[in-house]
C-alpha cells in the first residue's frame, strides 16, 4: 500500500489534473491539441499502472470491499477510450457511415471536442481514483 500511497496514486492524480488543464488551453487556443494527444497517452498509462496496482493490492489480501472497489477501478478504466471522442467526427469516420445526418467536424471543432472529454474525463479519473483511495482505507 506504500507503493501505491507514494507514487502511483500521485501520477495519477498528476496527470488527471494535467489533463484538465491541457483540455481547457485546448478548448481556449485549438494548437494545443497536439500536447493533449501525449497528456492522453500518458493517461492511459498511469490508468494501467493503477489498475496493475490496486489489483495487486486486493490480490494481496487487503479487506478492501471488493465489489465496490473493483466496480470504481473499472469504471475508471471505462472512461479512458472516451478520451480523443472528438474522431468520430472526423470526415474518414463520417465517411465509413453513410448516414447523412452525421456530422463531421472541423479541425478545430474536433480539438475543442477532445479538450471538453478531456476536462470531464480528468475530473472523473481523479473522482473515481479518491473513491478507491476511501474503500482501501487510505
Known amino acids: 500500500m506504500g507503493l501505491y500511497g507514494g507514487l ?22 485549438v494548437p494545443v491539441h497536439r500536447v493533449l494527444k ?6 492511459w498509462i498511469v490508468t494501467a499502472v493503477h489498475l496493475l496496482a490496486v489489483l495487486a493490492i486486493l490480490i494481496g489480501g487487503h479487506s478492501a470491499p471488493i465489489v465496490l472497489t473493483l466496480g470504481y477501478l473499472l469504471a475508471s478504466v471505462i472512461l479512458v477510450p472516451l478520451l480523443g471522442i472528438g ?24 480539438a475543442r471536442v477532445d479538450g471538453g472529454a478531456a476536462v470531464i474525463i480528468g475530473i472523473a479519473g481523479a473522482v473515481l481514483a479518491w473513491r478507491v483511495v476511501i474503500l482501501l482505507g487510505g
Request: glycine share 4%; net charge negative.
Open 8 to 29: 502511483v496514486l500521485p501520477a495519477y492524480l498528476a496527470v488527471c489534473a494535467l489533463l484538465v488543464l491541457v483540455g481547457i488551453a485546448t478548448m481556449i487556443w
Open 38 to 43: 501525449w497528456v492522453v497517452t500518458a493517461m
Open 87 to 110: 474522431r468520430l467526427g472526423e470526415p474518414d469516420a463520417a465517411a465509413a457511415d453513410p448516414d447523412p445526418h452525421r456530422p463531421v467536424l472541423a479541425p478545430d471543432q474536433i
